[in-house]
Every structure is written in structure tokens, then in C-alpha cells.
């Protein structure tokens, strides 16, 4: 006993196929949001990044940069 497919069945499992990978139903990574503050030790105009950052991962920040027209350290973390 042999079952025949229909066509509108066959192309309604395409469409459904196509839609699903369309949709990209893969892993999605999410960026977390970052937190910015001034930080509380530096002093004097910020001119090396990597001194920035080693101040702010004392003041428990997971990195820094310095930042803006005045070169102040600015420490971030994930909110």
C-alpha cells in the first residue's frame, strides 16, 4: 500500500523549513549593557589607557578608558 504525498503538503513543509532557518533559531548572543563611572583614584589627565584600566580593576571595575575632551578615566562594568 503506497501513501502519495500531496504538493500543498510538501510545499507547506518547505515554507515552515524556510521560515525556520530564515528566523535564524540558532544560539543568539546578547550583549549586557555597561555600566560607565568617573573613576575615584586616578589623578591628573588620563594618557595611557592600560594605567586607566589597572586603577579601575583596584577599584573592583572590569576595565577603563580614558575618555572625552578633559582625558578623564572612566571605569565600566556590566550592569
Avoid: W, Y
Avoid at 40 to 48: A, D, T, V, Y
Avoid at 56 to 62: A, L, M, R, V
Wanted: net charge positive.
Amino acid at each position: 500500500m503506497k501513501m502519495k504525498i500531496s504538493l500543498p503538503l510538501i510545499s507547506a513543509i518547505a515554507i515552515m523549513l524556510m521560515l525556520l532557518l530564515a528566523t535564524g533559531m540558532g544560539p543568539v548572543t546578547v550583549e549586557a549593557r555597561m555600566c560607565e563611572s568617573s573613576s575615584q583614584l586616578f589623578n591628573g589627565p588620563c594618557l595611557s589607557t592600560t594605567n586607566c584600566a589597572n586603577i579601575c580593576h583596584n577599584e573592583g571595575f572590569t576595565d577603563g578608558d580614558c575618555q572625552g575632551f578633559r582625558r578623564r578615566c572612566i571605569c565600566t562594568r556590566p550592569c
